[in-house]
């Protein structure tokens, strides 16, 4: 029964950029009516050849809209009820007068509102090693605003920590190894910059896990002993970031030692 004709020939160019935004923000609300409905009632969910047939073709398979139309004379406004604009207007109303209240759930509403999902991921590394050195070999701590002797840096945010040393060290807990609880709930990797190398960091066990950094015959550098140029290694990385994911460190490791809190 579906009507529309959704040809690829004919683009989206005459939509208005505001209908085009809304319907963005609007489609993981439809996919998720939709995934309901086809567990609930059954039947089959609409075939979806282009991205940007999935909107109207949701809405379609929803029944939001049951008149067939021109593509040209669609538009995302077509999908709402009767008096849905009354009912959007009263609800901005009193989210609105929430809002001025100062009530925090209302600002947690908003904040989570259109927040577009990523998988976690490790910080994003320059392909030159170069650079990265570059970058981070003069930088100062935060924390004790001195350059670091053996600087650190956590590839879960980006922090600079001053591994080992004692400047740092609070209540008998090392820079790193406190940083891994606060920043990782317990699990830090760190690039050393220094020597190239990765050390993890689980609960009260650390390991070398090896250098996301090569050089051109694919061997590491350890301690920028060579001085050969280095490249990062996207094979390495992926790999790291997996046993991240998968909280798999514990099982591809074999040379874990107890740091006894002293990275
Ligand atoms: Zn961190
Ligand atoms: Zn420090």
Not at 27 to 50: C, D, K, N, T, Y
Not at 57 to 86: F, H, I, K, N
Not at 193 to 208: D, E, K, M, P, Q
Not at 243 to 256: E, G, M, P
């Amino acid at each position: 029964t579906n009507t529309v004709v959704v040809s690829d020939a004919r683009d989206a160019v005459s939509y208005p950029c505001g209908r085009r935004q809304l319907q963005e923000l609007l489609l993981p609300f439809v996919r998720v009516a939709a995934l309901l409905r086809h567990h609930l009632f059954g039947g089959s969910l609409p075939e979806i050849q282009a991205p940007r047939q999935e909107f109207v073709r949701l809405v379609y398979y929803l029944e939001l809209v049951t008149d067939g139309m021109e593509w040209s004379a669609w538009s995302a406004a077509r999908a709402l009820p009767a008096g849905a604009a009354a009912a959007a207007r009263c609800w901005a109303r009193e989210l609105g007068a929430a809002a001025a209240r100062g009530q925090l759930v209302v600002r947690r509403i908003l904040r989570g509102l259109h927040a577009d999902w990523a998988a976690p991921a490790l910080l994003a590394l320059p392909r030159d090693y170069d650079r990265l050195f570059t970058y981070y070999h003069e930088r100062v701590c935060l924390q004790c605003g001195a350059v670091p002797k053996e600087a650190s840096v956590c590839l879960l945010c980006g922090t600079l920590v001053c591994l080992k040393q004692n400047c740092c060290r609070q209540h008998q807990v090392a820079e790193a190894v406190r940083h891994a609880m606060e920043c990782g709930g317990g699990t830090g990797i760190f690039l050393v910059v220094t020597s190239t190398y990765i050390i993890v960091i689980r609960g009260r066990r650390a390991c070398l896990w090896g250098s996301l950094y090569l050089d051109d015959y694919d061997e590491e550098d350890r301690d920028l002993k060579r001085g050969k140029p280095l490249y990062l290694s996207q094979d390495r990385l992926e790999l790291l970031q997996a046993q991240w994911l998968a909280h798999r460190f514990d099982h591809t490791k074999r040379t874990w030692v107890w740091h006894r809190d002293s990275l």
